[in-house]
């Protein structure tokens, strides 16, 4: 008997993520096809892509290259056991992601997801500690407004109250460092702020709380994105990292979002200068058409696990799909088009454009602060009192309605365009949020 109680469009099996369930089942927003930098909705209208799907599209949909790829890959390989055997396209596309890796992130450790490539992350860091005969650093610390994803190391570092409070005590020693959000101080600043670099002398406050010998790692988001477009002052991220070094603590950046030429440079190691020991990435790593993530670390960190007898398993992680040949597939031919259309360093080309554009939002309703890197962007909403992250998720409504998907977190507005966009669609979607800002209440 079929367990299905529903008429056959009825939409109560799918228990939609991240979503207000009962109000998207009451007028659901359906999207049926998608090229370039458009999306087609069930009505038939030609919605701007102003959020590249959930920040991993960056170079537009249903592209040639990548779905020719992945159509030839199904039928020739659909897939191959992860655990003790290989196929060439994992390790051809291994290869090629660390050419274009910053220097130094020679290895890479394959993973379905950004959540999957954290918790991957925090386990090379803890388990590279206790390899390196320093076992007693199990610490991991995280920061305010962090967001790793949504499996449990993964929000016990992050930080983000409504993610963690209904699940329990969460991964034990973990510490986090405060926010860098200081808008009294960098309101509508333009790019890097100028102040709140002393904020990464809280580690050493930390340090000193739990001494160094028991932290295996600091883990940040260079911008951390889902919160907000929240970018790092000025000289933080460096000082960050001579703390790491002086105590011997691992630092790890979470470029799931900002990866693959988020900030207009490949990675945000290439924007701001400071290189990590291990690089989480995923979305736009297959630019989100399979799913993937991908984590690399240095060679001292890969080398210091091949040790002892040749036949064991010298680390005991991995997932099914590690390395699935579809990803793969999809994976190489998603670098060939960044490559081939230069989309991973447009930065100097078109982010000064979007910039201006952006930040010609500040006189407009409700309006307080404005942040922008590379072609990511953030319009903060004065909120509804007593009704917080209403206002923004009626702007979020009325740019679909209009046109436009854009992307809302608490009373913030997010923008990050597919790499593709030109600069008539910059000012097509700061238009629409232009109209939406003057037509929300
Ligand atoms: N780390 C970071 C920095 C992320 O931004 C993850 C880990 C988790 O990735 P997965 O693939 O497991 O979702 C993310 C994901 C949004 C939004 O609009 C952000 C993400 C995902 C969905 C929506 O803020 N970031
Ligand atoms: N649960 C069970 C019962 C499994 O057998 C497996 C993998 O074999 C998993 C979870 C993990 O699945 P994955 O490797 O796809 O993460």
């Given at each position: 008997m079929l367990n299905r109680v529903n008429a056959p469009n009825d939409l109560s099996a799918f228990w939609m993520p991240f979503t207000a369930n009962r109000q998207f089942k009451q007028s659901p927003r359906m999207l049926v096809a998608a090229k370039d930098m458009h999306y087609t909705s069930a009505d038939g209208r030609q919605i701007l892509d102003g959020t590249a799907g959930l920040w991993c599209v960056n170079a537009g949909h249903c592209r040639p290259k990548i779905v020719e790829a992945i159509q030839h890959q199904a039928a020739e390989l659909d897939y191959a056991p992860a655990f003790q055997m290989g196929h060439p396209i994992a390790f051809e596309f291994a290869n090629r992601l660390v050419d274009m890796a910053p220097d130094g992130l020679n290895h890479v450790f394959f993973t379905n997801s950004g959540s999957e490539s954290v918790e991957t992350a925090l386990k090379i860091a803890l388990a590279y500690q206790r390899v390196k005969g320093q076992g007693s650093r199990t610490r991991l610390i995280g920061r305010e407004r962090g967001y790793h994803g949504v499996?449990?190391?993964?929000?016990?570092?992050?930080?983000?109250?409504?993610?963690?409070?209904?699940?329990?005590?969460?991964?034990?020693g973990v510490d986090h460092l405060p926010h860098t959000h200081q808008p009294a101080k960098n309101s509508f600043t333009k790019g890097v702020p100028e102040h709140g670099a002393e904020l990464a002398d809280e580690l050493e406050r930390i340090v000193t709380l739990h001494d160094a010998s028991t932290i295996a790692a600091v883990i940040v988001e260079p911008v951390a994105g889902s919160t907000g477009v929240?970018?790092?002052?000025?000289?933080?991220?460096?000082?960050?990292?001579?703390?790491?070094?002086?105590?011997?603590?691992?630092?790890?950046?979470?470029?799931?979002?900002?990866?693959?030429?988020?900030?207009?440079?490949?990675?945000?190691?290439?924007?701001?200068?400071?290189?990590?020991?291990?690089?989480?990435?995923?979305?736009?790593?297959?630019?989100?058409?399979?799913?993937?993530?991908?984590?690399?670390?240095?060679?001292?960190?890969?080398?210091?696990?091949?040790?002892?007898?040749?036949?064991?398993?010298?680390?005991?992680?991995?997932?099914?799909?590690?390395?699935?040949?579809?990803?793969?597939?999809?994976?190489?031919?998603?670098?060939?088009?960044?490559k081939e259309e230069g989309l991973l360093t447009r930065g100097p080309e078109i982010a000064p454009y979007f910039e201006e554009a952006l930040h010609s939002l500040k006189d407009e309703p409700h309006v307080i602060d404005i942040r922008n890197i590379g072609l990511v962007g953030a319009i903060e909403l004065d909120p509804i009192a007593g009704e917080p992250t209403k206002r923004a998720f009626s702007a979020f409504i009325k740019a679909f309605e209009r046109g436009a998907l854009i992307r809302t977190t608490g009373d913030i507005i997010a923008l990050s365009p597919p790499l593709i966009i030109s600069k008539g669609q910059i000012d097509e979607l700061i238009d629409h949020v232009r109209a939406v800002l003057r037509a929300v209440d």
């Open positions: 499996n449990f190391g993964g929000i016990s570092v992050g930080g983000i109250v409504g993610n963690r409070k209904m699940f329990g005590t969460l991964l034990t929240l970018v790092p002052p000025k000289g933080y991220l460096q000082k960050l990292r001579q703390i790491c070094d002086k105590h011997g603590i691992l630092l790890i950046f979470d470029e799931v979002i900002t990866g693959f030429g988020r900030l207009g440079t490949p990675f945000a190691v290439d924007y701001f200068g400071v290189k990590p020991d291990i690089m989480i990435t995923a979305k736009g790593v297959t630019n989100g058409v399979v799913p993937m993530g991908a984590v690399f670390v240095t060679s001292e960190i890969h080398d210091a696990f091949m040790n002892g007898p040749e036949h064991l398993i010298e680390f005991a992680h991995g997932y099914t799909y590690s390395g699935n040949p579809l990803a793969s597939a999809a994976g190489l031919a998603t670098l060939e088009t960044y």
